[in-house]
Structure formats: structure tokens, C-alpha cells
């Protein structure tokens, strides 16, 4: 699959990537594309783009199931990384995936930020 570019993302995810210290950051739209994005070289950027977005609709589909809004952010935390999933508008996401002494509370807030900056115009 390949990488669909958005004009002036990549040095905006690049710029994004180096002040968070993250590890891989991506935009993929909501039905599971890689659309811009720094992966590691062993990632599959399919498997990657697909799961993001079926871990954000399915969140956004348990909350609707019991009456609340769609999620403003997803945090996955592990032992060895957090990863940020957040809405840049109603078809993409912004993933941020950071190594385990990232600070999440802020890594979500500084990925919210970034995702409305990269809201296309």
C-alpha cells in the first residue's frame, strides 16, 4: 500500500516526532490507510493503519453503545511503549507511539494538539 502524501504533513509529523521523543508516528485515515507517516522499518504499514483504526472504532462503538460520545483520545499503555491514538478530523487519525518513560498524560495533550494543526485546510 502506499503512502498517500498531505501537502506539508510530513515535516509537521517529523517536527512533531522529534519534540515528543517518539518512536513512530503516523496519520491514517479511519478506514485503515497509512496516509503519511515514519514507521519503523520492520512495521507493516497495512497491519499497522488497520488496527489503529479498528482500536478507535471499536472504542467509539462500545461508547456510542452505551450512550456517551466518541473518544477524544485512546491511550495503550505497555510496559515498553505508549501509544496515542487521536481524531485529525472525521477521517483520519494521529498515532504517536513513544517508549516506555514517555509521560502519556502529556504525550496525549501534545498529540491533540498537533492532530488539529494537522486538520486539512
Known sequence: MAMVAVPDATERLSDLKARLSA????????DGEV?????????????FAIMCA??????A?????MGRAAPVRIV??????TTVL?????TRLLVVVAGPSADSARLARDAERAATRLLPR
Open 35 to 47: 496516509i503519511q507517516g515514519e514507521l519503523p522499518r520492520e512495521a507493516f504499514p497495512e497491519t
Open 54 to 59: 479498528t482500536v478507535f472504532a471499536a472504542a
Open 86 to 90: 487521536v481524531p485529525s478530523g472525521p
Open 23 to 30: 518512536e513512530t508516528i503516523a496519520l491514517v485515515s479511519r
Open 76 to 81: 495503550v499503555a505497555a510496559r515498553d511503549a
Open 61 to 65: 462503538t462500545a461508547h456510542l453503545e
